[in-house]
Nanobody, 121 residues
Framework: VQLEESGGGLVQAGGSLRLSCAAS????????MGWYRQAPGKQRELVAV??????NYGGSVRGRFTITRDYAKNTVYLQMNSLKPEDTAVYYC?????????????????WGQGTQVTVSS
């Protein structure tokens, strides 16, 4: 299973960006798909995840960021509005699910390569 991220970049404070992450490969089912971020010198933290049961957001982005999933395309989007300099980080896509190939089923937890988001003040 591979994850391909896109949409990062440089934006001024108060601006918006939209991240996309598409999963491909021997996917049988994706249970949870979402975004984490890591700023320099800090631990990786939850941004937002989406599952069939609902969504969950990190406290610092709630009300500003919106996560959506396209289940048919195995894709997740993160709409980021009202961006702040403290949102600057590398954003990583993550997908947890079940893969299927000729040998059968297996679970996976896959990370994308990360995309840089920089918010200038």
């Amino acid at each position: 299973v591979q994850l391909e991220e896109s949409g990062g970049g440089l934006v001024q404070a108060g601006g918006s960006l939209r991240l996309s992450c598409a999963a491909s490969g021997n996917i049988f089912r994706i249970n949870v798909m979402g975004w984490y971020r890591q700023a320099p010198g800090k631990q990786r933290e939850l941004v937002a995840v989406a599952a069939s049961s609902g969504t969950n957001y990190g406290g610092s982005v709630r009300g500003r960021f919106t996560i959506t999933r396209d289940y048919a395309k195995n894709t997740v989007y993160l709409q980021m509005n009202s961006l702040k300099p403290e949102d600057t980080a590398v954003y990583y896509c993550n997908a947890d699910g079940v893969s299927k190939d000729d040998t059968g089923y297996d679970t996976f937890s896959q990370w994308g390569q990360g995309t840089q988001v920089t918010v200038s003040s």
